[in-house]
């Protein structure tokens, strides 16, 4: 079965997930993970993507980012792959691919689960057991949207901003939803979306609304029901 195209639509955040290769690492020590974020820093740049959340685990990468255009995701990640695995492989003396096939990425809608999606990033860590609390993980934006640290690659989507009128208001109140987590609900909607590539929510339906480069949601299982007709 032909695998579908990427989902994009205008204007609204995409879900990345890239994993290592047979779950092997991706970072080795502190210098990798430096490394990693210093060409991120690069890439978002030179494919005018805007980074709202995102972390590095020892084995996978989740990174919530806005591009200008359909393309622009798939050139940031292009472009990172290719500089990172070559100086990796290089500095590890390895060969090979280092990356578990092609990303995978979801069209997020913001209203119902933008926020949810920055937890699910950030979380990440307190959920594989790494730390008790996310801003321990020191290789993510959640220490910047906690309020311990600034963080210049990020920028934040409008749904963060509308947390509070003051820094410190719109940390407080992250915080709350950080410490509430995610349901087990949640968290399966968020993982089946990103895997599958489907849209994590509603798509845009009104009249003049950005228009999804492909079908967002699968189609219902079964045949169509027959239209009924009166005799």
């Known amino acids: 079965m032909a695998r579908l195209a990427r989902l994009y639509i205008p204007g609204l955040p995409q879900l990345i997930t890239q994993r290592g290769n047979n779950r092997n690492p991706l970072f080795l020590d502190e210098t990798d993970y430096q490394q990693f974020l210093a060409w991120l820093r690069d890439a978002l740049k030179e494919c005018d993507v805007a980074l709202h959340a995102y972390v590095l685990m020892p084995n996978h990468v989740h990174l919530l980012v806005t591009a200008e255009d359909a393309q622009g995701a ?16 290089d500095r590890h003396r ?15 809608d913001p209203a119902q689960w933008l926020l949810h999606a ?18 321990y993980w020191v290789w993510s934006s959640a220490r910047a949207h906690l309020g311990h640290e600034s963080d210049p690659y990020l920028t934040d989507h409008a749904m963060f901003w509308a947390l509070g009128n ?34 994590l929510g509603d798509p845009p339906d009104e009249p003049g609304d950005p228009a999804p480069t492909r079908r967002a949601r699968p189609l219902p299982k079964g045949r169509p029901s027959k239209a009924v007709t009166a005799d």
């Open 94 to 108: 390895r060969t090979g691919t280092l990356w578990e096939g092609r990303y995978r990425s979801t069209v997020v």
């Open 166 to 199: 003051t820094p410190f208001d719109r940390q407080a109140a992250y915080r709350k939803t950080v410490e509430a987590g995610l349901s087990t609900q949640e968290l399966e909607a968020i993982r089946f979306a990103a895997h599958r590539g489907w849209m």
């Open 118 to 135: 920055y937890r699910y990033v950030e979380l990440n860590p307190v959920r594989a057991g790494l730390v008790p609390d996310a801003a």
């Open 74 to 89: 798939s050139r940031l990640m292009q472009r990172l792959g290719r500089r990172y695995v070559r100086w990796f492989n």
